[in-house]
């Protein structure tokens, strides 16, 4: 079995590393293949560990022993448990379908064998991050795929800077900063996390650390929860650091599908869940995390209704579901909250893919007002999207019905009835833009033959086949619920229904449902047949908030980019250079103004060396009778 | 008597030694030198160090000497040197300083009176075989260094004041080749 | 009575003596003559220590002193008669080729 951890860890750094050998030259398809295949390797070990822990249970590994200093002490372990295993085999099926699907998608690209290397090398991290059995370990995952994602967004590095009228984003190398930067502040506030349980608990092992929950005061459990969740807040971009998510959508679709949407973001969503002993402990944060996901549920809904960005209302609505899960999460639903982001990674990384595939016919145009009426080309696309819609939606009977409806029930059965009928409004909200998108896409009149010279075709076929286990998994997936929940429950506590809750859960159902298709008639409604702009409704304000995204970017440039670049300026125009480097210089110049001087010292005149030497010891002789007066 | 001879010595070395240091004759700063030379082997026998007297008077008074008295048939000792002078208030303020400051460090009361001798003065011995003792054992190895370098310094000396001795200085003249050649090879 | 300050300020005066030489004079032959000056003021005070602290090390160290200064006259009166040689004279003035 240990072999079997190794495989499933290592075998996508040898892919990466064997794709760095090709980095600098033309596309070459073997980088492709041996990715690929490797990473279908690790998907073998992953399920086969799935399989093995769900019969035997953990399996812990020590590889070595890491750091020793003095008394600290850190091992590189790893350990496979039910989260981990879970977490392993979502990661590695839509990576090795997002690799696949890539040697489609980046076809023509001049940086092939680049992007394959860094994709396998973000999986890597990634399964870093699952399995390690410390926080050590963890955080350098968490350190890797930050810089995984962030060559990634910025892998079209070469487009120029525009202004944000024209792009919110900016640039790729824009975007690809500003989610380094934003990570940057939440991972600080991990780290703090990370040396308050290593100063209080002396082992960053996760199981020392919960084994001494119990005996440590309650006001350091909540600076450590706090801490760890602002951490988690950066990654999984909740508010008030959602910010990056949106432009992280300037890299590649593949790399939206796998890292923004499925994958990275949920690390978060990992790190709560792994650390439930904690937050079981403080009900206090948990709820805020609760009340907290509940608000980017609704707020990033309401966005993603009136984009036209077709990838950002897809990035949106993966900030709405990370949202979901911080509610379930924060409610105490573990395992609710892990199905869901099993759930969601494989129907948001199907819709990522399809909207991959619009992308590319449409020659990168972006704008769904420009679209429409692409089903006659994109069938097999249409289906698929339509598909993912539906989960997202949460229609019966596909994987996003059951998670989510789920969810809502746990809202319920807390009684927060706020947080339920929120995520119930949401829930309408995520089917109506959600299908607003499919049907502006794909139905009605074809805007795309005026607006744009795009001749939308097909992609080819081993691509849409590649994206099937991704649409089959969305399908079934909800049927595994019941296994998942046993399975999950081994390691996160069991939670179950109040009986009364248990009685009304039919009407629940209903209810969601209700609005969810309600939604998608509304948006069909408005949509289908063709787009007609309202032009009173697109100035109103409120909409014109929305497509502002609240105007937060703004603010955050005006407020904190901006004045933080004044004081930068200022610090180094009066700062930097008039007192660090005017003392340096001046220390520079006073040698080489002495030595300028001193140099005349140098006539070459036996006898003017000797008068100097004979000052010397005139020095030496009266430094010498003080030294012994004073002493 | 010992206060009427340091104070005599002490007055007629100063002296002497400012007459070598300022003079502008070769000879008389030479012949000063000598005479203060002498003085100071009297310092040695007043304070009991006879044998280093002796050799102060053989070695200084005698060697060195006689050394400088041949190398000056090399040079023409009879004119006076002209010379370019440091500035003076350079150099006694220098001096003046030092000398001042030695001045005042040693009439300070010396530190250090109870220091237990190492290799002290042997009662009911002349100070010749005290020394000869302590020379011939604690201090063989630097003795027999101090042999070899003088013998390293006479070769040297040798080498180098024999060296081209056809450039004669004050006549150029042809027919001492054979003489010289003769001479180079005895010296190799 | 004399004291082993007497000669210790004795020693200083002619050190200081032989200084004014090695700086005032130009002329290398004067330079050793200065120099003896200035040896011969250390070998007093080795004296005087070892008479007055009845220790003879003193005294061997005044012994050494003189042998290497009979190396050195040895040496450099070779070295000036090369020299004079050369320049046709002993000036430090007309040595300047070392001048940076």
Not at chain 1, 303 to 330: E, P
Not at chain 1, 397 to 422: C, M, Q, R
Not at chain 1, 432 to 443: A, H, N
Not at chain 1, 516 to 540: F, H, P, Q
């Amino acid at each position: 079995m240990e072999n079997l951890v190794y495989i499933a860890l290592f075998a996508p750094l040898v892919g990466s590393l064997f794709a760095a050998l090709f980095a600098m030259t033309p596309k070459n398809l073997i980088t492709a293949f041996v990715t690929s295949g490797l990473l279908f390797v690790s998907w073998v070990a992953s399920s086969s560990l799935l399989m093995y822990v769900m019969d035997h249970g953990t399996i812990s590994v020590n590889m070595m022993e890491w750091i020793a200093a003095g008394n600290l002490t850190i091992d590189f372990g790893f350990q496979v448990d039910a989260i981990t295993a879970v977490m392993m085999v979502v990661v590695t099926t839509v990576s090795t379908v997002v690799h696949v699907y890539s040697i489609g998608y980046m076809e023509h690209d001049k940086g092939f064998n680049r992007f394959f290397s860094y994709l396998s090398a973000f999986v890597f991290s990634m399964m870093i991050l699952v399995m390690s059995d410390n926080f050590a370990g963890l955080f350098i995952g968490w350190e890797g795929v930050g810089v995984c994602s962030w060559l990634l967004i910025g892998f079209w590095y070469h487009k120029a800077d525009v202004s944000t009228d024209v792009n919110p984003s900016i640039s790729p190398s824009w975007a690809a900063n500003e989610a380094f930067i934003v990570n940057r502040i939440a991972d600080l506030a991990m780290l703090i996390g990370i040396f308050l349980i290593y100063w209080n608990v002396g082992s960053l092992n996760y199981d020392v650390f919960f084994a001494a929950i119990p005996s440590l005061e309650n006001s350091l459990l909540v600076s450590i929860g706090i801490a760890l969740f602002i951490g988690a807040m950066g990654k999984s971009a909740q508010f008030p650091l959602h910010t990056w998510l949106a432009d992280a959508m300037e890299g590649p679709t593949p790399v939206s599908a796998l890292i923004h949407a499925a994958t990275m973001v949920t690390a978060g969503v990992y790190l709560v869940v792994r650390a439930n002993p904690l937050y079981a402990e403080i009900p206090n944060v948990s709820l805020f995390i609760a009340y907290l996901g509940t608000f980017v549920a609704i707020f990033a809904a309401s966005m993603a209704l009136v984009n036209r960005d077709l990838k950002r209302i897809i990035a949106y609505s993966t900030l709405s579901q990370l949202g979901y899960m911080f509610a379930a999460a924060g409610l105490g639903a573990y395992w609710v909250a892990l199905f869901h982001l099993a759930a969601h990674a494989f129907f948001k990384a199907l819709l990522f893919l399809g909207a991959g595939n619009v992308m590319h016919a449409m020659h990168d145009e972006l704008d769904i007002f420009k679209m429409g009426g692409l089903k006659k080309a994109m069938r097999g696309t249409y289906l698929y999207m339509g598909l993912a819609s539906l989960a997202l939606a949460g229609i019966f009977p596909l994987a996003g019905f059951f998670s989510k409806d789920t969810i809502l029930e746990v809202a319920f059965n807390e009684h927060t009835y706020i947080i339920w009928f929120v995520l119930w409004i949401t829930a309408g909200l995520t089917a109506f833009y959600s299908f607003r998108q499919v049907f502006l896409t794909f139905d009605g009149d074809e805007r795309y033959k005026k607006e744009t010279d795009a001749h939308p075709h097909e992609v080819q076929n081993f691509v849409l086949v590649a994206m099937a286990p991704l649409a089959i998994l969305a399908i079934i997936f909800g049927f595994f619920m019941n296994p998942f929940k046993e399975f999950a429950t081994t390691i996160l506590p069991a939670y179950e229904m109040s009986e009364h809750t248990h009685h009304i859960a039919w009407i629940l159902i209903i209810v969601t449902t209700l609005i969810a298709v309600s939604g998608i008639v509304l948006a069909y409604k408005k949509y289908a047949n063709g787009l007609v702009r309202d032009e009173k409704m697109e100035n109103s304000f409120i909409y014109k908030l929305l497509q502002n995204q609240y105007y937060i970017p703004k603010f955050y440039m005006e407020f904190i980019a901006k004045p933080y670049k004044e004081i930068s300026d200022i610090l180094w125009n009066k700062v930097d250079m008039k007192v660090v480097d005017a003392t340096v210089d001046g220390i520079a110049k006073i040698i080489y103004f002495t030595g300028d001087k001193s140099r005349k010292m140098q006539t070459g005149n036996l006898s003017d060396y000797l008068n100097w030497m004979g000052v010397g010891a005139m020095l030496l002789i009266v430094i010498t009778a003080l030294s012994m007066s004073l002493s | 008597m010992e206060q009427i001879a340091f104070y005599l010595f002490s007055v007629l070395t100063i002296g002497l030694f400012l007459v070598t240091v300022l003079s502008n004759n070769v000879l008389y700063a030479m012949t000063s030198l000598a005479a203060g030379m002498v003085l100071i082997s009297g310092f040695f026998f007043l304070l009991g160090a006879d044998f280093l007297g002796v050799v102060q008077l053989v070695v200084y008074v005698g060697a060195v000497m006689a050394l400088y008295s041949f190398g000056m048939m090399f040079f023409d000792a009879t004119k006076d040197i002209k010379e370019k002078n440091t500035s003076s208030y350079l150099v006694f303020f220098l001096s003046g300083m030092i000398a001042l400051t030695l001045v005042i460090m040693f009439s300070a009361p010396i530190m250090g009176e109870n220091i237990i001798a190492s290799y002290p003065i042997m009662a009911g011995a002349t100070n010749p075989q005290a020394v000869g003792l302590v020379l011939f054992t604690k201090y063989l190895v630097p003795f027999e260094v101090a042999a070899v370098m003088l013998l390293v310094a006479m070769i040297s000396g040798i080498i180098l004041a024999g060296k081209k001795m056809d450039d004669s200085l004050t006549t150029k003249d042809e027919n001492h080749e054979e003489d010289d050649t003769f001479s180079r090879k005895d010296i190799k | 009575m004399i004291g082993l300050s007497h000669y210790m300020i004795l020693s200083g005066l002619l050190f200081s003596i032989g200084l004014i030489g090695v700086l005032r004079r130009k002329n290398l032959l004067m330079l050793f003559f200065a120099t003896e000056i200035m040896l011969n003021a250390a070998n007093i005070a080795f004296a005087a220590a070892s008479h007055y602290y009845g220790d003879l090390s003193g005294q061997m160290f005044a012994f050494f002193v003189i042998a290497v200064a009979a190396s050195e006259v040895a040496v450099g009166l070779g070295l000036l008669i090369v020299l004079y040689k050369k320049n046709g004279s002993l000036d430090l003035d007309n040595l300047t080729v070392m001048k940076g």
